[in-house]
């Protein structure tokens, strides 16, 4: 069992409490590299650590490097997607760190969608950050995104949100643009999409992770950190009841949150009654 705090005092604490109980039987850690010795130890049946050092363990020994990262999720979302979404009941939202991040990872899916034998997944994104998108309040929320113009993108971002509104014009038939209100447009209509099930995965930086209802919407993906109620609120977007069939919602993360962190994929179930257990 691995015992995960997000402060050091909390992992000295931790370890008393456990020694109060039974002398000996937890292991404490003062390194990743002592982690990691301790999570091949099978004698090392319960390990307090804390996130920081996790984090550190995990992910640059799995990951070499950002385009490494994209290729194994978007493999992966492909390759369980079908699963996931209970035979293609659902539909599933990607959360990406920012917009930069949001079209590489557009890119990588049209790329992998090419491939021979993988599903035929309608994808699309949208996103309208300015400069500051990286930029939270004490509650994870950040500023938010506009809706109703794309001003505050730079000229290569919105050209290539243009792009990829193409390619959704040319899978619905529609003439939608980032201009004024032809972008608002869009907005409604991804919104309206999404609620009837018309798309499979929608990538995103911060739009769509609150506020948005859709029973349809059963998995949330997740390549950026969330914290507070940023996080909730994210993650409650999967917990809406739809039937029989959705008595859950899927969080499958591979970025550290400030609530939950595991090694390679996190897989949290989302119960409709708002609970979060860990599958």
């Known amino acids: 069992?691995?015992?995960?705090?997000?402060?050091?005092?909390?992992?000295?604490?931790?370890?008393?409490?456990y020694d109060n109980f039974e002398p000996n039987c937890a292991n404490s850690n003062t390194s990743a590299q002592i982690l990691r010795k301790q999570m091949k130890d099978d004698q090392a049946t319960i390990i307090i650590t804390t996130i920081q050092k996790l984090s550190?363990?995990?992910?640059?020994?799995?990951?070499?490097?950002?385009?490494?990262?994209?290729?194994?999720?978007?493999?992966?979302i492909i390759s369980h997607f079908t699963e996931k979404t209970k035979q293609n009941k659902f539909n599933s939202i990607l959360a990406v760190d920012g917009v930069k991040t949001a079209i590489k990872y557009?890119?990588?899916?049209?790329?992998?969608?090419?491939?021979?034998?993988?599903?035929?997944?309608?994808?699309?994104?949208?996103?309208?950050?300015?400069?500051?998108?990286?930029?939270?309040?004490?509650?994870?929320?950040?500023?938010?995104?506009?809706?109703?113009?794309?001003?505050?993108?730079d000229l290569q971002s919105r050209d290539a949100l243009q792009k990829a509104i193409n390619d959704y014009n040319q899978m619905f038939g529609t003439t939608y643009s980032t201009e004024g209100d032809s972008f608002q447009n869009y907005y409604k209509d991804v919104s309206q999409k999404m609620k009837r099930k018309e798309l499979d995965i929608l990538i995103v930086v911060g739009m769509f992770l609150t506020g948005f209802d859709?029973?349809?919407?059963?998995?949330?993906?997740?390549?950026?950190?969330?914290?507070?109620?940023?996080?909730?609120?994210?993650y409650s977007?999967?917990?809406?009841?739809?039937?029989?069939?959705?008595?859950c919602g899927n969080i499958i993360c591979w970025m550290p949150s400030y609530a939950f962190i595991s090694p390679y994929v996190f897989d949290v179930k989302c119960r409709c009654n708002q609970s979060l257990q860990a599958s």
């Open 1 to 17: 069992m691995l015992f995960v705090v997000d402060r050091k005092d909390l992992d000295y604490q931790t370890m008393r409490e």
């Open 56 to 76: 550190n363990l995990l992910k640059p020994k799995i990951f070499d490097n950002d385009e490494q990262l994209r290729d194994i999720v978007t493999n992966y």
């Open 106 to 153: 557009y890119h990588e899916f049209k790329k992998q969608l090419q491939e021979p034998g993988t599903p035929r997944l309608r994808i699309a994104t949208i996103f309208t950050y300015s400069a500051n998108e990286e930029e939270e309040d004490e509650w994870g929320f950040s500023e938010g995104e506009n809706p109703e113009n794309t001003e505050g993108l």
């Open 214 to 234: 859709a029973k349809t919407l059963n998995t949330l993906w997740v390549d950026k950190n969330l914290k507070m109620h940023g996080l909730l609120q994210a």
């Open 237 to 247: 977007r999967t917990n809406r009841i739809l039937n029989a069939v959705k008595n």
